[in-house]
């Protein structure tokens, strides 16, 4: 089975649908993508042997194949990013980008679906200021200092992961949980750990979680596109998703910060594809100032699929902020993506990650791994958390060029480095800078660029 996207003259389904049912196992519109694009939108499931070619004509404008995805970070293909180094040779890096049948289990191949991850004693102090790591990148990136300012208190952060565990987190800090699943999977679970570990990053409280999160006092939305039997998700859960939350934006009137720490599974010519349904509905929802999305740019190639290292175009749209990774050091993580497919100046601020990070099984020492981009997109989540609480008005375009303003540079270009981007995060800087923002260079070439160069508006 596979998922496909299809794009309908509005008002036309009706009449469409019945056409090419025969095909479909399946199939969901997308209420808030439909009333975004001025289409309808569907996600559908159809046999593998079903070609594409069957639904091209007519009232369907667009047909998209999906592709799918799994979290950044993953133990072995955050190593498999340098073959030989870790667990991992050429040869096994190889055999992992081997199609897996319908019927494997893949949790049960490679190491990150193992229930234990979600198991075993409650964040503490002690766990993850073993090293003062974590502490350490909170002060780099100025969350303290802003802190007196802000804690993003009225703020909600939508993380887009693999769930949480429920019982690590206060019903009074969560906003809402979405699943596209059978009512007998839980969103509030995560037999996979990486969500809990983002969502920690942007809201952990220090009276619940005992550590603090970029914002300990915004509001936590869950959004869990459950994955297949081959334990992956495919972009049209993640399509779900984001069309959920915006509807919970359009509902409340108030902006969602959605934070993305995910990424396809494959070799590049899998990324070329621009997802063009998914990315003009990102573009246009940031033009209505309802979501504003933060992204993880890298550990999404690897090595021997090519030589660079370039993020691909959902994550990469003039309006998608995205998060690049560097070490404690202040030099760019490897694995940070040096380019964007979508719009060049890619990503657009840096924050350290590395060593001890919470992680399902209490906390896990990524080591090696130096936490990967999954770790910086929530980073940047709170701190757009806090400047939405001091500046609610201020629009999307505004608190990004405020990130890249108050950023610290990295590197010898002042306005954008490889993998870096403007720089480090520096939150309090960025709270200075918003009110003056639309002078900083990336507004006007922003909204030159989507005027005059993106395809995507």
């Known amino acids: 089975m596979k998922a496909i996207a299809l794009e309908i003259t509005q008002g036309r389904s009706a009449s469409v649908m019945p056409t090419i049912r025969p095909y479909l196992s399946h199939a969901a519109m997308l209420p808030h993508y439909s009333w975004l694009l001025g289409t309808d939108v569907w996600v559908a499931w159809v046999d593998d042997e079903t070609d594409s070619s069957a639904f091209v004509g007519g009232d369907i404008l667009n047909v998209e194949g999906t592709v799918n995805h799994i979290f950044y970070a993953m133990p072995p293909f955050a190593e498999a990013t340098r073959p030989g180094i870790g667990d991992l040779s050429p040869e096994d890096i190889a055999d992992l980008l081997k199609p897996f049948a319908e019927n494997v289990d893949v949790a049960s191949l490679l190491p990150f679906g193992s229930e234990t991850l ?22 780099m990136i100025q969350a303290p200092k802003a802190w007196e300012k802000s804690q993003g208190g009225n703020s909600i952060i939508a993380v887009l992961d693999s769930g949480i565990d429920g019982s690590r987190f206060d019903e009074r800090q969560l906003a809402g949980a979405w699943s596209d699943s059978p009512q007998e999977e839980n969103p509030l679970e995560d037999t996979v750990g990486h969500g809990t570990m983002t969502s920690m990053l942007a809201v952990a409280n220090p009276a619940v979680q005992g550590f603090a999160g970029v914002a300990p006092q915004a509001k936590l939305f869950v959004l869990n596109p459950m994955p297949g039997p081959t334990k992956v998700i495919s972009t049209a859960g993640i399509m779900m998703g984001h069309d959920y939350i915006l509807g919970v934006a359009r509902q409340m009137n108030k902006r969602i910060i959605v934070s993305n720490s995910w990424g396809i599974f494959g070799c590049k010519p899998i990324f070329l594809p621009c997802r063009i349904i998914e990315t003009r509905a990102l573009v246009a929802m940031d033009n209505l100032g309802l979501c504003i999305h933060t992204w993880a740019v890298g550990n999404n190639h690897l090595e021997n699929c090519g030589t660079q290292v370039e993020a691909w175009c959902m994550n990469t ?33 840096a924050t350290p990650t590395e060593g001890v990070l919470p992680w399902g099984d209490g906390f896990r020492d990524f080591g090696r791994q130096g936490g990967g981009t999954s770790a910086c997109a929530p980073q940047v989540a709170g701190a757009l958390a806090i400047l939405d609480t001091l500046y609610p008005t201020a629009t999307n375009a505004q608190l990004r060029a405020a990130l890249r303003s108050g950023a610290k540079q990295i590197g010898p270009d002042p306005q954008h480095n490889l993998g870096i981007g403007a720089g480090m995060l520096q939150i309090d800087d960025a709270i200075t800078a918003l009110p003056s923002a639309e002078s900083h260079w990336s507004y006007a070439y922003e909204k030159t660029f989507l005027e005059s160069k993106s395809t995507l508006v």
């Open 118 to 139: 979600s198991l075993g004693p409650g964040a503490s102090l002690d766990d993850l200021g073993s090293d003062g790591k974590w502490n350490q990148t909170l002060d």
């Open 317 to 349: 749209t003039p309006t998608s902020v995205a998060a690049g990774a560097m070490t404690l050091s202040g030099q760019r993580q490897d694995y940070s993506a040096i380019g964007g497919q979508c719009y060049p100046p890619t990503p657009t601020v």
